[in-house]
């Protein structure tokens, strides 16, 4: 069974720091693409980063400098780090783990990120 658990979100103030954790079993996790999506209330789900097998990441433009995703293929584990976060950065966060060869893709629960003084 394939399970992504994430962890880390929570309440934060504008210009501070989170670090969401997504941690995977049931995969073979090295071959899989990881990503994270967030999707506000009201707006369509959207690929905040994602990281491949072989450490290429992208970005999207408003987190650019401010977040830094990584994955650790011991623990099955992958992490974004959220520097100088916004009240837009507000949303659910979700993990993603995508291996379109054999057409497998799993998502977490998700985790409430909300950035608010």
């Known amino acids: 069974q394939v399970q992504l658990v994430e962890s880390g979100g929570g309440l934060v103030q504008p210009g501070g720091s989170l670090r969401l954790s997504c941690a995977a079993s049931?995969?073979?996790?090295?071959?899989?693409?990881l990503g994270w999506y967030r999707q506000a209330p009201g707006k369509q789900r959207e690929l905040v980063a994602a990281?491949?097998?072989?450490?290429?990441?992208n970005y999207v433009d408003s987190g650019k400098g401010r977040f830094t995703i990584s994955r650790d293929n011991a623990k099955h584990t992958v992490y974004l780090q959220m520097n100088s976060l916004k009240p837009e950065d507000t949303a659910v966060y979700y993990c993603n783990a995508q291996r379109t060869t054999i057409a497998r893709d799993f998502w977490g629960q998700g985790t409430q990120v909300t950035v608010s003084s």
């Open positions: 049931g995969i073979t996790f090295r071959l899989y693409v």
């Open positions: 990281i491949n097998s072989g450490g290429s990441t």
